[in-house]
Each structure stands twice: as C-alpha cells, then as structure tokens.
C-alpha cells in the first residue's frame, strides 16, 4: 500500500482555510506559476501548504526534492520551519530552503574542481560582504586589520574568459586569504553551471520543483542563474511576490522579473487578493497606497480583508514633537496605556520602524523608554564587531537549536518549541520521527546534548560542547552556511547576547531565555529589517522630511523610479501593522509626497496631547 495520500483526500494542515485560488495553487501540477501577493495575502503559509501537499500525496516522490530560493536568511527559515511542522520531518528533508547565496556558495564547495585554472579559492574558504560604496570606483576587503583595496568590476558574471591582470591579482589575494564575497561566489556558482552539463543535469534531476520567494527582489544574474538551470526543463517553478515591496533596487532587484518569468517559462500570472494580516481600516489605507503605486496603464489589485471584527478606536494616526525624547515618552506611556487595556499584549508585540539610523534613533529613545520600565532592543544592532545583526542571530538553525536546548534542560519549553527542537534533532541526526525505534534514540540524543549545559558557567563552555558532540563535519554538511568562519560568528553572537541576558537574570532562567528573545522588548528596526514581519501595533517613528530625502531628491530630479522604490518602502513599512498604525516625527516637517498620500486618504487622526 502506498504511504502517500490520493490528492483528492489530501486536506490542509493547521486548520487552513483554502480559497478556490489557494487551492488551484496548492495543487497545481503541470503550469509554472507567478504568484502576485500583497501583505498580508499568506504566501509563506500557500508555499508551506503548497509543498506539505507535493510531499505527502507524492506529487515528488524521492529521490527528487524541492528546492524553495529566497532573498533573506529569515525568510529561507521561516518556510523550512513551515514545512517541517506541516509535513513530518521524513518527508521534510525533501524539501531544501536556501537563499540564493547560501546555494551559490555549495555548488561552489561541492563543484569547484571545474573552475578554470586560474581560480584558486581552496575549499573552505571564508565569505562574508566586502565593504561597499566607500572609496568611490573601489571597494574594500579588510583582514587582520589590512584593507585591500580593489575595483569594483572585479567580478565578471562568466569567468571563463581570460581575465586581465588585475582581476587575477585580486582573486589571488583572495585565494591567499581563503577569503570571496557573496558576489564572487554567484560568478563562480553561474560559471560552473554555464559551462558543465552535468552540473545542471545534476541539480534538474534533483529538484522537480523549485519555489522562488519574495521573487520581486530577484537580481538580473540571481534570474539568469535560474534561466541557466531550468528554462526548457521539467522542473515547475512557482514564484512569488509583490512588485509593491519591492525596495532592493539598490542591491540590483529587477522588478522585470515577473515579466521575464513569463515570456521564458510561461508562467501563469494568480493575484492573492486577500489580506489576512491587517484590520480592515488598515487595509483601506493599503489599498489607498497600491492605487498610487500602480502605474496608469496597469489596474491595482484591491485587496479585501479576511477579518471581520471592527477595527479598535482610532487605530491611524500621526502627531509631530519638538525632539526624540518627547516623541519617545510619548510612544513609551502610549505602549503601557495599551499593555494596560490588553494584558494579552507583550512588548514585542509594539514595533518602532524608521527609514534608517537605528542605532542614533536608539541612543535617544533608550533612556526614555527605560524611565517608562520599558526595554528598546535596536534589532539592527550587531550583537559584536564582526560578528552578526540581532535580528540574523534569530534565525539561524544553530542559535535557534542551542536556545531550544536550553529550554529543553531548564524545562520552559511549550510543545511547538519541543517539536521545533526534534526536527533540527532530526536533521543534525537523520533519525526519522515517523519510526518508534529512532524516536528513541532522537529522544536520547537530545537528552544527552542538554547534558551539555550548566548555566552556572560560561554559556560559552556548554555551546563548544554541544558542538563538538555534533561534530563541526556533520553541522556544515546539514548547514552549508556554516561551512566559513561564520559558525563562528553565531556561535560567538549567540554567546554573547545570551550570557548577556543570563548575567542581568541570574536567578531567573526564564525571564533570560526571554530576553534573549526579545519577548519582553518593544522593536526597534528599519524597513529592510521589518520586511515580511507583523506586529499588533507599529510605530512608523522620525517621519520627517530628512529622514525621507531620497524622496525628496527623486522629486526634485523627477526620477518617477526612485519615487516608486521610496514608496515602496513607505508602503512595506505600513502594511506591517495588525490593529494600530501611528505616525510620529521629532524635527522638521513631515515628507509631503508622502503627507499628501496620507492626508487625501482621509483615514488618519491626529493624536491626542496627552496619554
């Protein structure tokens, strides 16, 4: 008997609730797919329910997987775990999730023996971002203190041409320090699949479907690299985003994208008009966005409102401050007012989102919101120099399993946690959780890694023994990404914030692994680091005109694209919000492109002078 369900009895997991769309989506087995979603539509649940569907009613039967692409670490993680908890970790290791670096850098690892000659990067080198946009035509790559300086064309996309003098000069002085960047690695991974047949043969006969999220901010050669692999193949691609969120032009996303999908993959074109996230006087002001931003020859998707429930009392609105310090008390005695109204209410569920300047926004809100018994935790902060951003930290498969051990020994550990922790377990292992005898030993084994800790000493100590137990070979074979020195870096980050949070709550285990989290810390963060996230109440704060002069300047030079990419990030930036959305400024006067959008919309107030 098959082990597989029949398509036609196969239900969603987790009580999702299936539209006609969804459900073509879900099951669709012969077309290529351009999904167009909005905040809020659910694409990463459709995606996990998409592939909880393939998996189980054997739509990719093994050996074959499917490989999901992003553009985020966070995003790449987040429909792993989906999947994990959706399907089974059995059939769960079928389903690969990587961004696009993270894929470029193992073909590298496992095919770098087809590189031309000239390339000599050795196995295991290092691969971090080079310093950008700081020396005019160079850039910069610092070791042991030593910048190297370099031109920025010094990584063609095809590197089988013969390179000038100067290409191999700085390519050597990589290869000496078992050092590339992310960019070297993406010509390396293109050049071995441009010209190695066997490579693409490889990975198409591998994948049977391949899944691109947040497709809007694909790269030209992140896109050539999938036409390169899959155009004229088997292989059925579903791609989704929306063209509205789209605010990585600066890193060479390509709104074309969608349109180019379709004329080489024909791939049919589904919106997902439904918002799932947002109340409904939020999503009119959605809609009251997505209706400027779509250009005069196209018609705006209009997004309808899942939930039914009335919105709360003056949900919208604005109000401007003399300086950062008012502005922040005036939020900090606002979140405690609410917290007191709605006891269900957490400090993590309250965000402060800013174009940019974290960490200066920080240095003058801290204080203020610590008076009003407030923690602000600046998620763009790096935990330490060269090591990594808070907000990575948290979703990295090794601090998130080390965090979840943690809970596992000190027993704060809820069932999704547990179940959260036997599937990385599963990985690390290859125990299979469907079978009573590896149960067993998964059981055993985490019982034995928690052994590991004792939280009287250095936290330090426990993770290098949790790791040796593992075993550095087993962790990057699971995790490519971990194949550098950047294990290093979470594991030296991770330390860090935890034993941080331990030292300010020694007696108090729980209330450390929170802090830790975040759970009992309002958000600090910029757009790009809200992106894909939602919050019950967001705080769009240092809303004036200096902080928006990329606006500014598009519309003195008339740049209609630069306007467009500006608003996309105003509108990323709103559209996070669940029940509230409120508008705050410390200086100067509000953008008026943006001020105008807001005020013809009719849906803000201004907030009352008090709390």
Known sequence: MSKYLSAELWKPSDGFITTKTAEKIIKENQRNLSILAGPGAGKTELLAQRANFILQTGACKAPQKILALSFKVDAAANIKNRVDLRCGRDLARRFDSS?????FYSLVCRFSPLLPDWIKIPPGFDVYFFDHNWWGDYERIVLNGRPCQYKKTFSPLDLTNEPNEEIVKIW???AENKVADYDMCRSMALTIVKNNSQVRNLILSTYKYLFLDEFQDTTDPQYDFVKTIFEGSDTIITAVGDTNQMIMSWAGAN???????KKDFNSEAIPLAVNHRSNSKIVDLINHVIKDLTPPSEEPIIYEGARKAPPPVNCMGAKGFDNAENEAEYISK?????????????PSD??????????DYFDQANETFQNNSLNLRNEDALVVENGIKIQDLMSEPLSIFWILLIRYKTGF?????????????????????DQDRDYKKLRKYIADLAL???LSNPIENAVAKIVKTIGKTRIKAIFPQYRSQYLNKVGKSFCLLFQDALDKNPKDIKQAIENYEGTNQVKLMTIHKSKGLEFDTVFFVDFHDDSWWGLRQAVQQKNAEKQREEKNSFFVGLSRAEERLFFTKSKGSWPPVIAKLLKDSKLLISLPDAI
Do not use: H, W
């Open 99 to 103: 961004t696009f670096d993270a894929f």
């Open 172 to 174: 050597d002085y990589c």
């Open 255 to 261: 709104p074309k994208n969608f349109k180019n999908l």
């Open 334 to 346: 606002y979140i405690n007012l609410l917290m007191s109204k709605t006891p269900s209410l957490l």
């Open 350 to 359: 309250f965000v402060l989102i800013l174009r940019q300047r974290a960490q």
């Open 413 to 433: 550990i809820n069932y999704t946690q547990e179940k959260e922790l036997e599937n990385i377990a599963s990985s690390l292992t290859g125990y299979d959780l």
């Open 452 to 454: 590991c800790i004792d």
